[in-house]
């Protein structure tokens, strides 16, 4: 069965630096999104993104987030100036079409952000 | 605020019990999905429930979508300890002025099952 793919599994990184989570969608899916869930925390909705724009963010998704669709396959979230806080599980998704047709969203299994 | 709140938040029970997990929200939504999420892994799904007093069923699981979409059910037969996992619901919000769902899905908080053998 078709999955999306998140690398790496683990990133460790020192405060302030930069940082790319990088995620390969479903073949045939159109649109991608970005969650986090912080340790013990639900998880929380960052941004969507459809052809090849942002459509939708959250109020987390400041200016240090941003996202690109590279390539065909590869979907990234880059975090540019990284802070402690941001340390948390992020997790890559993809659907087949429209969140309005009521399309369901499948995940990667995450990439853990450790920031030191 | 907790757009969608799951009970209960731990529920631990023998093996061969049946159980039901909830999901409540004062909001209505277009769709709404199960997921299980094991450690270190990421949510996977279990099904979507679209329409309202929808019912639908995996296996030994029975999923409910409330009459007016704003609340869900799980129900467990006979749980098995291959059960145990965090259960998460997730829904996308309907709006009125464009008659669907937004993009985003809402977390629900989880709840952690245990089930002893």
């Known amino acids: 069965e078709p999955e999306v793919t998140q690398t790496p599994s683990h990133q460790v990184t020192q405060m302030g630096q930069e940082v790319i989570l990088r995620c390969v969608p479903i073949?045939?899916?159109?649109?991608f999104y970005w969650y986090r869930q912080i340790l013990g925390q639900k998880v929380e909705f960052l941004v969507s993104?459809?052809?090849?724009?942002?459509?939708?963010k959250s109020e987390i998704f400041d200016d240090q987030f941003s996202v690109e669709r590279p390539d065909g396959s590869n979907f990234t979230l880059k975090i540019r100036s990284t802070k402690l806080e941001d340390s948390a599980m992020y997790f890559c998704a993809s659907s087949e079409w429209a969140p309005y047709s009521n399309q369901p969203q499948h995940f990667g299994d995450g990439t853990r952000l450790s920031i030191l | 605020t907790q757009l969608l709140e799951q009970s209960p938040q731990f529920l631990s029970i023998q093996e061969g019990e049946n159980l039901t997990v909830y999901c409540n929200s004062s909001s209505v939504f277009s769709s709404l999905q199960w997921y299980r999420q094991e450690p270190g892994e990421g949510p996977v799904l279990l099904v979507t429930v679209v329409t309202g007093g929808e019912v639908k069923k995996l296996k030994r699981l029975t999923f409910q979508f409330g009459d007016a979409r704003k609340d869900s059910s799980l129900h467990i037969t006979a749980a098995q300890p291959g059960d145990t996992g965090l259960y998460l619901c997730a829904g996308d919000m309907y709006s009125p002025s464009t008659n669907f769902g937004n993009e985003k899905l809402t977390f629900g908080t989880g709840t952690r099952l245990t089930i002893i053998p």
């Open positions: 993104f459809y052809n090849n724009e942002i459509s939708e």
């Open positions: 073949s045939n899916h159109l649109y």
